[in-house]
């Protein structure tokens, strides 16, 4: 860990892993009811140990804020240390099979078309390899899980939205290709053509519906089309099976990871758009990309975890655009 984001508290404070797991809950999640909820513990006790640390070191390592508990400088340097200690005790623990030290579950992230079409498959080929006993999956918009990796939160995260945080350290997971599609009752089909080349103007005519503000699948397909023209956003939505419906329903355009709407392609209720433009065509291709916080402690779990994950990205094909 460097050394700028290492505490400089005092050394020879007595505090316990417990004392330590709240805090760290509490960082995390902004208040002591919701720490208590996650690891199963009261309020109220959650709170006597966050006083009782505080009480050790000396110093304050919360503050309210709002409705909320926010760090202080002295908790923002404590954090990584805290975090470190107990990933530290849960590498002991695997080492030792010792039950009474605490299980660090093993935290990852994605983003939600990650989320629902390879973080299962991943996990469980892991946990079959490995026989890890706790994985908590947090699934969520890409600004979002990227926002909780550099909270510590998280100790790594898949995602297919852009990483501009410098702190970061970010490497292409696997391939993706995006689908602009339609119902198969839209207006743009034409009788008898299963795969309709439509133009750059068909495409602006017609409204789209699209994931939501701060989507990598969003700023994906804002990318592909922008060399068309300002397409007509019609709905948002933040679900991708959602969004699916919509489609289904009425005259929207739709674009989406072909990993989301593979089924829906291969029994024809939704048709994928052919589209003219060589630049869209080009455009529609994106990368996964892991991420972590390079100055977080990288305990056993995570490190195989990580490795794996490498591995087997290799073992899953990436669809290419324009592929059925």
Same mark, same amino acid.
């Given at each position: ?9 005092? &050394?020879?404070?007595?505090?316990? $892993? +417990?004392? /330590?797991?709240?805090?760290?809950? !509490? =960082?995390? #999640?902004?208040?002591?009811? *919701? ?8 309020? &109220?006790?959650?709170?006597?140990? $966050? +006083?009782? /640390?505080?009480?050790?070191?000396? !110093? =304050?390592? #919360?503050?309210?804020?709002? *409705? ?17 200690? /107990? ?5 002991? =623990? ?5 039950? *009474? ?126 060399s068309i023209g300002r397409i007509r956003i019609g709905v948002e939505a933040t679900d991708n099976e959602t969004l699916k419906r919509l489609v289904l329903l009425d005259d929207w355009i739709g674009c989406l990871s072909r990993r989301v709407v593979a089924e829906e392609l291969a029994r024809g209720t939704l048709v994928e758009l052919e589209v003219s433009s060589p630049a869209v065509r080009r455009a529609l291709g994106r990368d996964f990309l892991m991420v972590t916080d390079p100055q977080r402690y990288r305990g056993a779990a995570v490190t195989r975890f990580v ?18």
């Amino acid at each position: 860990m460097h050394e700028s984001r290492r505490s400089d508290l005092a &050394s020879g404070a007595r505090y316990s $892993l +417990r004392q /330590l797991e709240a805090f760290r809950a !509490v =960082a995390a #999640l902004g208040s002591a009811a *919701r720490a208590a909820h996650e690891l199963g513990r009261t309020p &109220s006790a959650i709170s006597m140990a $966050l +006083r009782e /640390l505080q009480s050790a070191l000396g !110093v =304050a390592l #919360l503050q309210r804020s709002g *409705r909320g508990l926010v760090l202080t400088t002295a908790g923002e340097r404590m954090l990584p240390r805290a975090d470190e200690l /107990l990933l530290r005790a849960g590498d002991l =623990a695997q080492a030792l099979g010792d039950a *009474r030290l605490p299980a660090v579950p093993l935290s990852i992230g994605a983003s939600r078309t990650i989320g629902a079409t390879l973080m299962p498959e991943l996990i469980t080929a892991f946990r079959q390899r490995h026989g890890v006993e706790r994985i908590r999956l947090s699934i969520g918009n890409t600004e979002e899980v990227l926002s909780r990796v550099a909270s510590f939160e998280l100790e790594v995260a898949f995602v297919e939205g852009e990483v501009t945080d410098p702190g970061l350290e970010r490497e292409v997971w696997t391939r993706d290709a995006l689908v602009i599609f339609v119902r198969r009752a839209h207006p743009l089909l034409r009788t008898g053509t299963s795969a309709p080349r439509v133009s750059p103007a068909e495409l602006i005519a017609w409204p789209w519906a699209l994931r939501e503000q701060q989507s990598g699948t969003r700023e994906a397909a804002l990318r592909a089309a922008a060399s068309i023209g300002r397409i007509r956003i019609g709905v948002e939505a933040t679900d991708n099976e959602t969004l699916k419906r919509l489609v289904l329903l009425d005259d929207w355009i739709g674009c989406l990871s072909r990993r989301v709407v593979a089924e829906e392609l291969a029994r024809g209720t939704l048709v994928e758009l052919e589209v003219s433009s060589p630049a869209v065509r080009r455009a529609l291709g994106r990368d996964f990309l892991m991420v972590t916080d390079p100055q977080r402690y990288r305990g056993a779990a995570v490190t195989r975890f990580v490795e794996f994950a490498r591995a087997w990205r290799g073992r899953r094909a990436a669809p290419a655009p324009g592929s059925g």
